[in-house]
Structures are given as C-alpha cells and as structure tokens.
C-alpha cells in the first residue's frame, strides 16, 4: 500500500487474487482481478471506462465524451457497436453472420450479411435504395427522384414487382430465397430473406430499426429518439443493450458469464458477472465506487469527498481501511469468516 500526496493507493493481494488500484487526483481508478477472472477499469476526467474479462468471453467497453461505447465479446460472437455524435452505430457478428450497419445523419443504412447471402443497403436522401443477394441470386434496386428502378435477376428468378402512388415497392423472388420490400411516406423499408437467413427491417421517422436474422444467432436493433438501442444475439450469448437519455447502458451476457451495467446522470455504473464470480460497481457523484466479488474473495470499496476509502476482502483475510482528511489510516486484518450479516 501506499498513500502519496493523501490519495494515491496502490494495493496487492497475493493469494490467487492480485488487486492493483490507483485514485490519482480523486478520479482515476485503474484494477486487475487474476483468478480466472482479470478486469482491468479506468475512469479518467469522470466519465472514461475500459473493461477486460478473460475467462473466455471477454468485454472492452469505452464511453468518451458521455456517449461512445466500444464492446467486444470474444468468444465465437463478437460485436463492435459505436455511437457517435449521437445516432452512428457499426456492428459486427463473427460467427457465420456478418452484419455492418451505420445510420449517418439519421438515415443511411449499409447492411453486409455473409452466411451465402449479402445484403448491402443505402437510403441516401430519404429514398435511394440499393441492394445486393449474393448466393445465387443477385439484385441491384435503385430508387432515383422518386420512381426510377432498376433491377437484375442473375440465376434464372422469377420476380413480381409494383409501383403504387409514385413509391411503394413489393418485390418477391421465388426460387429459394423470397424477398419482400415496402417503401412507404419516402422511407420505410420491410425486407424477408427466407432461404436459411430472415431479415426484418424498418426505418420509421428516419431512425427507427428493427432487425432479425433467424439461423441460430438472431438480432432485434432499435433507434428511437436517436440514440435507443436494444440488441440480442441468441445463439448461446444473448446482449440486451439500451441507451436512453444519451447514456444509459444495460448489457447481458448469458452463457455462463452474466454481465449487467447501467450508466445513469452520466456517471453511474453497475456491473454483475454471474459465473463464480460477481461484480457490482457504483460510481456515484462522480467518485463513489461499491464493488463485490463473490466466488470466495468478497471487496467492497466505497470513496466518499474524493478521499474516503472502505474496503473488505473476504476470504480468510478481511481488512477495513479509513482516509479521513487526507491522514487518518486504519487497517484491520481479521483471519476466519466474515460475521453472519
């Protein structure tokens, strides 16, 4: 341990579980976990949050400037999602089914689906489409002004096609992949991809999307207000995330790891890793930190006026640790169980 200048803390735990964790002007926070279990956490100038867990599925999360977030889950599935300026979101599923996508300027679409069927979209404008299947069947749509279309079939497909009140589009290819495609009011697109791979897709008010893809990994997207987002990947690791007022995050793992997090008023953060070891963390007020782990080694950490510190390790080992005013240290090693609460 050490306290330099009143704040600073560096601490070591050698039993299977090393903490390392620095307060470096009241703010940063930076910790490792190694047990099977390794997270690493910084919080710079308030808001910044960088995540790692390596115990086969590991999460890397950065939120600056408030809004952007970066996640990868690696374990067979892995997702890259940004959101910048608000509305921008790029997303990524390795696992048989590729899927970018990008709404820039609260429109734009561009879909990539690589499974024997590729999907590339763009609503430039609030009408312009263009599509690509690639699996056999290739088709190519532009809407231009309004009523222009432009379309090939390359794989001997029979297509029905409509144009009603200058717009609206239903298109279907018959043959082993039906695609069914509306425009309505300049912008809203329904697409079904049945050969394997469903895609259902809908741009309501300029932002809006709902899309699935059903063949063993499947994804429900939502934009509202500009900034909303619910997604889910079922195919072992299910990920609910939303961001409602700019901010808020709510994640879930489930496929033996769990995690949970919530940033509310720009700061606050909730975490859960339900697997052996659990993981609840508060930052409250810009510093206030509560943190759990359960699965033998129990800490909770609490640091209230910038300066004050809490801490209990339990697992053999507990210790109870004050800085008030800078100077006051108490420290209270404590061998055995903790008490019945």
Known sequence: MQLEGGVRVSMQLEGGVRVSMQLEGGVRVSMQLEGGVRVSMQLEGGVRVSMQLEGGVRVSMQLEGGVRVGMQLEGGVRVGMQLEGGVRV???????????MQLEGGVRVGMQLEGGVRVGMQLEGGVR???Q????????????????VGMQLEGGVRVGMQLEGGVRVGMQLEGGVRVGMQL?????????LEGGVRVGMQLEGGVRVGMQLEGGVRVGMQLEGGVRVGMQLEGGVRVGMQLE???????QLEGGVRVGMQLEGGVRVGMQLEGGVRVGMQLEGGVRVGMQLEGGVCVSMQLEGGVRVGMQLEGGVRVGMQLEDGICLV???KLGPPPPP
């Open 245 to 251: 007022g700019g901010v808020r995050v709510g994640m």
């Open 90 to 100: 790029g997303m990524q599923l390795e696992g048989g089914v590729r899927v970018g």
């Open 184 to 192: 309505e009011g300049g912008v809203r697109v329904g697409m079904q």
């Open 331 to 333: 420290s209270v090693p």
């Open 129 to 131: 489409v263009g599509m």
């Open 133 to 148: 299947l690639e699996g056999g069947v290739r088709v190519g749509m532009q809407l231009e002004g309004g009523v222009r």
